[in-house]
């Protein structure tokens, strides 16, 4: 009994909780009465795992289906992993303690490119080939999706089919798919998965590359396999399933809340985004709906807090209604409300005075370039003016914490920007003393910006790992204001991620090899080790600056130019020009249609509950 | 209205910790519909407390948790609203109503019962083990805490072996709280130090909590 095993090590290992199951709401269906057999495997630990919305929907439809199953596993913390190899103990799931292996398909969300190695490492503790091409017949299917599936290049290595866009709809056709074909050979059933809207079977494809090594040519070896693979969607969200009675996790978790996903997609437009691109268009759940979601999520399981979870929760089109309600509603016993993303303006602020009649809670704020000339060409449309009337605000609403969020490192970034970010730090500080009693914390966190495929960037370079350490002393030379904190993300961290973001297949065998070297947990700071990767790539004969500091040209076949997102490539490419000259494009719910593309191409339309 | 429950913390559920605990009951409480008091200020809790800490990786047949109830519950409608959600593991003993100023269980309780399996090979050495045990004048063990060494000797009240068809089962009366607490893992540190080491050990749990005064030990529930 696995079970039996486990009581012996857990308790040699930090977090043991991780590793045991048996939440509320844990759903364990009879293994035998089952057709297709579904692990959802985050390569991460379980408390960020567990807070992942998407695995939640999935885990709640697919376990809904009476032939199908879906049960977890996540990332072992390294001292875990550790004493699994010691004692032979093979990555297992959470629901019936069975190793990866017996499942049919072994499904793994890609949120962050230095997750990658993990995907690695969990193939490997659960003792299935991590290299896809020497997969077996008896070995599951290893699947994967989330946002980074729109670039799968740097995983087509070890990934055998890749779900693009939203997967509510793919993934039940693709389990129905692997129980339709379960006698053909694994060639015959990975062919037939290619035939799946939304699935994309990277080992149907070669690739040749030019002499300055970019890509050639890009070839499909199959009349199965599509020469462009189109993103699903999911176009009447108000109807898709939602799960209304989620796992509850006995540990603290990152989101330890319910979450209501009021709506999917932001057409704000910000160019550096890869989200307002990958989940156009906005398509908004309504308020009645919203309601008792909430009532049931919180009967359910006993969550004292609701966020309302979106890329803009601001912009939800009946969202005073919305919050008003929620709080009348659940506020006298306690529950309160969040608001994850707010914009910097005086209505949202207005909107966290409403949620704060229960709870007090720091506010967030995300001016991302300290001029107005830097927001214009990301098209962030926030004004110094409306950055600083919501401080105030916020200030004489009594709140006494705001954090602050900006990038270096932008296209078109001079010292004058990172003088701006400065100065309106301590404009802000200057109001924050004239308005409060007491001197509030301003937190300012300071990202590298990291080009990502599909946004009018992608073909931008990116700083050199020295430009960004330059600038951050620039920022901590010239920055020293009393009571703010800056807080800078991890140049080599940076790097990284801008390599593999934009990477073709032939980073699989950096990745491959890093892992091999102790690549590890790479998201967390005390267990990157950028040495691995070096080596790796050297190893390799791979230049990172060829992926990080390289202006692509728009002939350039770009390794994920075969995804289609639904947004057209020309309108990205305006968009990049119009960054270059300055100019801003609005909102389409606001100033009509700019021709991004996405409703032709994908047979969808805005969906506003509240009207346009 | 204050109340005191006993519970079972299920073998499912030993590893969680004692702040995960205080999270399941709230949530507990929250799903049952039975209302709660809240504690003032900016981040409302619901006012409950949980006896002396468990530690992670014990589970415990009889544990106990203080509540204070708003509005007026019997103790059936209680048992019928929390009994349809408990989480996997847990189970709910006995309940009573306490007067207001009965003191708090984690000051209140101060003698832990735990309770080690032994299998049939290794019951004769445990036989051993609890005889020197006895007979020791001291039990000299390290601190894990600040490497200091202690002599819990003093702590540990009582100590038996009992027998059963499959093994047997040590039973240790130990001191909680105050100076001359024995925490569980210095109590299997001294049990390995005496001859019978942690893998001779199949399960443990803690067995029951009471409140000692002298020579006699009442459960938390009696007056």
Known sequence: MLEDRLRRILPLVSKPARYTGHELNMIRKPWNEIQVRMVFAFPDVYEVGMSHLGGKILYGLINEHPDFLMERAFAPWPDMGKLMREKNIPLYSLESFRPLKEFDVVGFSLQYELTYSNVLNMLDLADIPVLARERGEKDPFIIAGGPNAFNPEPMADFIDAFIIGDGEDVVIELLKNVRHNRANSRSERLRSLANIHGVYVPALYRLAYQKDGTIAERKSLFPEAPVRVKRAVVSDLDSAFYPVNPVVPYLGVIHDRAVLEVMRGCQRGCRFCQAGIIYRPVRERSAGNLKQMARDTLCSTGFDEISLASLSTADYSAIDDLIKSLVDEHGPRGTGVALPSLRADAFSVGLAQEVQRVRKTTLTFAPEAGTQRLRDVINKNVTEEDILSACTAAFDAGWLGIKLYFMLGLPTETEEDLDGIIDLVKKIKRLAGERCKRSPKIHVGLAFFVPKPHTPFQWEPQASQDEMEEKKKYILANGRI????????????????????????????????????????????????????????????????????????????????????????DFLWEERERAYRGEVTPDCREEGCQDCGICSNLGVDLDLKGGH | MRWRVQYKKGPVIRFLSHLDMVRLWERTLRRSGVTIELSRGFNPHLKLSLGTVLPVGLWGKREYLDLEL??????????????????????????????????????????????????????????????????????????????????????????????????????????????????????????????????????YWREANYIRDGGTFRSPLED
């Open chain 1, 482 to 569: 009393k009571n703010v904190k800056f807080d800078f993300h991890h140049s080599a961290t940076s790097y990284l991620e801008g390599i593999i973001a934009r990477g073709d297949r032939r980073l699989g065998q950096v990745i491959l090899s890093a892992w091999r070297r102790g690549a590890h947990f790479d998201s967390w700071r005390e267990h990157f080790n950028p040495k691995y990767y070096n080596d790796a790539m050297e190893e390799a004969g791979l230049d990172p600056d060829f992926y990080v500091s390289r202006k692509r040209g728009w002939d350039e076949i770009l390794p994920w130019d075969f995804v289609d997102s639904g947004v057209s490539a």
């Open chain 2, 70 to 203: 708003d509005g007026d519950w019997t103790i059936d409608r209680f048992r019928s609203h929390v009994s349809q959600v408990l989480p996997p593991g847990i189970e709910i003993g006995n309940l009573r109503d306490i007067p207001p100023k009965t003191p708090a269980l984690m000051a209140a309780i101060n003698a832990s019962v735990y309770r080690i399996a032994i299998p049939k090979a290794w019951t004769e050495a445990a036989f051993g083990t609890v005889d020197g045990l006895k007979q020791a004048s001291e039990i000299i063990i390290v601190r894990s805490k600040d490497k200091k060494k202690t002599d819990i000797r003093p702590g540990i009240i009582e100590l038996n072996l009992i027998e059963d068809r499959l093994g047997s089962e040590l039973e240790a009366v130990v001191v909680v709280g105050g100076p001359q607490a024995v925490r569980f893992p210095e109590l299997v540190m001294a049990l390995a130090d005496f001859g019978l080491p942690e893998e001779a050990m199949t399960d």
